[in-house]
């Protein structure tokens, strides 16, 4: 120990005079670790730590919070490039600068989240193989091969998300706008790849697949290509193509509110626009990718999938169906003020259909979020003849609860539809025909969507899973498919009757935005916990054990609290990176700067501006 600490002090003599203290510092902290590596050499007793806590946070809740936010902020870096993307296309191919602005726009939140993607992403890796080494070191045997490929991916990706930020003012003519418009593209790949190569580690500790053999990159490959793998590589990309979209409409809708010019408000309320068509743009296909995760997660292990949709994690799909359906309602909401307050002379003729639809999407949301058991006292429960009530748990089980969320789908894409063609009169010779086309499919869809939804009841599950559930979830998408593209021809040489008027919605639409997003802030939160704890007390299901004293799921209530907390710092987050994000334009407000002025209408609204016919602008 004397020479030990000899040694300490001349090193940090020689270092402090060829290059200051805290080379010094971090030596002397590593041979400070010496007795305790020989000592632990001498006595060959003590193995190697398998956990370490931190007293009163605890670690795992350290984790959680910090994996957390890594996940939603790489969800919002992700899906940001995506539409970013698609509305520089729209509008290079258009010539619409103001899709170009946007698109920018986006673009200068991305960077400004990037860094703190990074961040939390390295904050991480240093909780986890400080909390977790034994499972860490049996990840990185497995997935090392993997661990480059990502490092390679990064390194890429930040190199081109530089060339395509830095470069967006220097690449606008031209073939450098073609150019840039392929860096876009090459961006939204490696992000991609960036997205789908830690899924691996993440679906392998739910369903892993080992092989004992075999080269590294052989191993690897098993354990990467795990059932649960694409399932959740699809779910999470329309998440995150969801959350971006919504974050943005949040983002439009504040400034929106803000907003202390006709054109700044004509501008943002636009930009809500199109954050809430590419919110719902994600939002109608995301419950299909979520119950072919579900299903395989069943096909898996039977036991897995019964504790998330039987056992007590069941109840939080009774808060999702809650958190889904407000943000049906929220999606919907928003489409109807644009009808009645963007298209002059709307309000009476869409009040009665939006009513109807109003009252379709309460009823679908009273027996989505019906429970199968009700919690009841031994003598209500006596009352009832059991846990199930004779008639509300008949609304409990996953045959009207797919019914129901089909029949929501179906109801947000005609208010979408509806949207899409007020103002507008076709004039196509067969639009007559294409419009009862359209209808009948609607209601035929509908019908056969309830139709299956009851025949559920008499058949055995494993019928109603693998073909009737499927069944309605193709036919929604058919019609989806169907009458998306009918409805683009139709309103190709369709007549305007009424030019959309920007910047006339009220405040509340702007709140509608800002509590989307937080609606799907807090699902994902509790989508994130619902799939961690089905793996129970098992850090990589059936291969690794968690033997700490975190070795059991928290109950909901106590996970419940987390999701708040994890919410609002994201919330917290987000509002810092926009403040951030706005700071360059109030500097050039402040020295006299205008903003473009936005003019004509997104190809998916139809109309022109309101700048062009200013006499029918009403605040």
């Not at 919504?246 to 626009?273: N, V």
């Not at 039977?302 to 359906?325: N, V």
């Not at 050039?588 to 903003?595: I, L, M």
């Amino acid at each position: 120990m004397r020479h030990q600490g000899g040694l300490i002090r001349r090193m940090l003599r020689t270092l402090s005079g060829h290059g200051g203290w805290l080379p010094g510092l971090l030596l002397a902290a590593g041979c400070l670790a010496l007795p305790a590596v020989g000592l632990a050499a001498e006595g060959a007793t003590a193995g190697p730590t398998e956990y370490r806590d931190i007293p009163g946070i605890g670690s795992r809740n350290l984790v959680w919070i910090i994996a957390q936010l890594h996940l939603l902020l790489a969800g919002f870096v992700l899906g940001v490039p995506i539409f970013a993307w698609l509305c520089e296309v729209v509008g290079w191919k258009t010539g619409e600068k103001r899709y170009d602005k946007l698109a920018k726009e986006f673009t200068k939140l991305l960077t400004s989240s990037y860094a703190t993607t990074a961040l939390f992403g390295g904050i991480l890796l240093f909780l986890l193989v400080a909390f977790y080494p034994k499972l860490m070191n049996y990840l990185t045997d497995i997935f090392f091969p993997s661990f480059i490929v990502y490092c390679l991916l990064f390194l890429l990706e930040t190199a081109t998300l530089y060339l395509y930020w830095y470069g967006w003012d220097a690449m606008q003519d031209g073939g450098k706008k073609t150019f840039h418009i392929f860096l876009g593209l090459l961006l939204n790949v490696f992000a991609f790849f960036i997205m789908i190569v830690p899924n691996s580690w993440a679906t392998f500790q739910a369903s892993p697949v080992v092989i004992a053999e075999g080269t590294d990159l052989q191993r690897a490959w098993a354990a990467t290509w795990n059932p649960t793998w694409w399932p959740v590589n699809i779910h999470r990309l329309i998440a995150n193509v969801v959350l971006g979209g919504y974050i943005c409409g949040a983002y439009a809708g504040i400034r929106y509110l803000s907003a202390r010019t006709p054109e700044d408000r004509d501008h943002y309320d636009w930009m809500g626009y199109v954050g809430n068509f590419i919110g719902v743009f994600g939002l109608l296909p995301l419950p299909f990718a979520g119950y072919w995760l579900m299903r395989e997660i069943y096909q898996y292990n039977q036991q897995m999938g019964i504790t998330l949709m039987g056992g007590f994690l069941s109840w939080l799909f009774i808060l999702q169906a809650m958190l889904i359906g407000v943000l049906f309602l929220g999606s919907n909401y928003y489409f109807w003020l644009g009808i009645t307050h963007r298209i002059p002379g709307s309000e009476m003729r869409y009040r009665k259909p939006i009513m109807t639809m109003l009252v379709i999407l309460l009823l679908c949301l009273g027996v989505w979020m019906t429970p199968h058991s009700l919690v009841a006292s031994l003598e209500e429960a006596r009352k009832m003849g059991g846990t199930h009530h004779p008639l509300l748990g008949v609304f409990g089980v996953m045959s009207a609860k797919m019914t129901v969320s089909n029949l929501m789908i179906l109801v947000t894409f005609m208010s979408f539809i509806m949207y899409w063609r007020a103002g507008k009169e076709e004039t196509a010779g067969w639009a007559k025909a294409a419009k009862a086309l359209m209808s009948g499919l609607l209601v035929v869809a509908g019908i056969a969507v309830v139709v299956l939804g009851v025949w559920g009841y008499f058949v055995p599950a494993i019928v109603r899973i693998n073909y009737f559930s499927t069944s309605q979830v193709l036919i929604v998408l058919f019609v989806m498919l169907t009458i998306t593209p009918l409805t683009a021809l139709l309103l190709k040489s369709a007549k305007t009757t009424t030019e959309m008027v920007w910047g006339r919605m009220p405040p509340r639409a702007g709140y509608a935005l800002v509590l989307n997003a937080i609606m799907v802030i807090l699902l994902m939160t509790l989508m994130g916990y619902a799939r961690s704890s089905s793996r129970v007390h098992w850090h990589i299901y059936g291969v690794m054990r968690d033997s700490s004293q975190y070795a059991y799921s928290p109950a909901l209530g106590y996970a419940a609290a987390f999701m708040a907390l994890n919410t609002f710092c994201f919330c917290m987050l987000v509002a810092f990176i926009f403040w951030v994000a706005t700071m360059g334009d109030k500097a050039k407000a402040g020295h006299g700067g205008k903003g473009e002025l936005p003019h004509g209408m997104p190809a998916m609204a139809g109309g022109s501006s309101a700048l062009d016919a200013p006499e029918t602008r009403k605040f």
